[in-house]
């Protein structure tokens, strides 16, 4: 006969005699203190890491304090962790000399770390252009990845598309164009790229020369070191309004980057072995420069005067 009593399910030894507490604790974050070489980076991560002196001061810093801020990190498949948040203070953590780094260990997907991983470094006071370009597109290509749906149509793909502009821009502060703006310039190739980093090619300039084709920017390069110039805006302007035309060509680029420009025009150039024949040797520069400006406001004091006679 069988028997109608329900199967019960009894609770283990560990649960009876957990308490609440206990429970919550162990489903709270811990920071924990994992070895240096335990930790890699994120892959693709956009921001640089270098050994500057804000790097060496952060060093000094943890040399004497400690990592104040713990990092996050994901457990790696293939053993170790995945740096979500941290990548600094890892670096600086080896600079100084230490072989762990307190980490907060959390279970994250591709797109939840990307978006942690961003926001942590868009904080920092000052940001490469390159870097700001490549963390808003990889913010907002996540945010499109997670509100993805299959039955969306095209008209709605479109609305949703925007909506996470408007997210990415309304958190870091910025408007959805200036946004997009930063996101054309991982168009440019890496050479153009740096040159924006390094502030030899101006934000605008660099924006217009993102809709050339790789091709083209890899002729411009040529241009730019054959006229030993960098294009200006409206240059830049030209070049794209070519290309989309179909007629930009490696002369046509040299043509327009040999062109003098309205500031060069502006300015006049004096070497220092030009003006030194006219001032006693014991003069440095800038005191031959403070007495041309002294001499001019002369001059143009005397020609008021005559003048009003």
Do not use: C
């Amino acid at each position: 006969m069988k028997s109608s009593a329900k199967k019960v399910e009894l609770a283990s030894v560990d649960d009876l005699f957990s308490t609440e507490e206990s429970r919550a604790d162990a489903q709270r974050e811990k920071v924990l203190e994992i070895p240096l070489s335990e930790l890699h980076p994120f892959k693709d991560h956009p921001f640089k890491v270098k050994d500057d002196e804000a790097m060496m001061e952060t060093a000094d810093s943890i040399r004497q304090y400690g990592v104040l801020v713990p990092a996050i990190a994901r457990p790696d498949p293939n053993g170790g962790y995945e740096l979500v948040a941290g990548h600094r203070r890892h670096r600086a953590s080896e600079l100084a000399g230490k072989d762990t780094m307190p980490v907060i260990v959390r279970d994250l997907d591709d797109d939840q770390t990307t978006i942690i991983m961003v926001d942590s470094n868009l904080q920092r006071e000052s940001l490469l252009p390159s870097e700001r370009a490549f963390a808003y597109k990889m913010k907002l290509e996540a945010i499109k990845h997670q509100g993805e749906r299959s039955d969306l149509t095209s008209r709605q793909v479109g609305e949703k598309s925007q909506t996470s502009i408007s997210l990415v821009a309304d958190q870091a502060g910025e408007s959805q164009r200036q946004v997009q703006r930063y996101i054309r310039l991982t168009e440019l190739i890496p050479e153009l790229l740096d040159m924006v980093d390094e502030k030899k090619i101006a934000f605008n300039p660099a924006y217009e020369l993102s809709f050339l084709k790789k091709e083209e920017q890899v002729d411009l390069l040529d241009a730019m070191d054959s006229e030993q110039a960098t294009p200006s805006l409206s240059q830049a302007q030209r070049l794209k309004k070519y290309s989309q035309e179909g007629h930009l060509t490696l002369d046509m680029m040299r043509v327009i980057m040999g062109e003098e420009k309205k500031s060069d025009l502006d300015k006049i150039t004096f070497t220092s072995d030009t003006l030194r024949k006219y001032f006693p040797r014991s003069y440095t520069p800038q005191r031959m420069q403070e007495t041309i400006i002294k001499l001019l406001e002369q001059w143009q004091r005397k020609r008021k005067q005559q003048h009003e006679r």
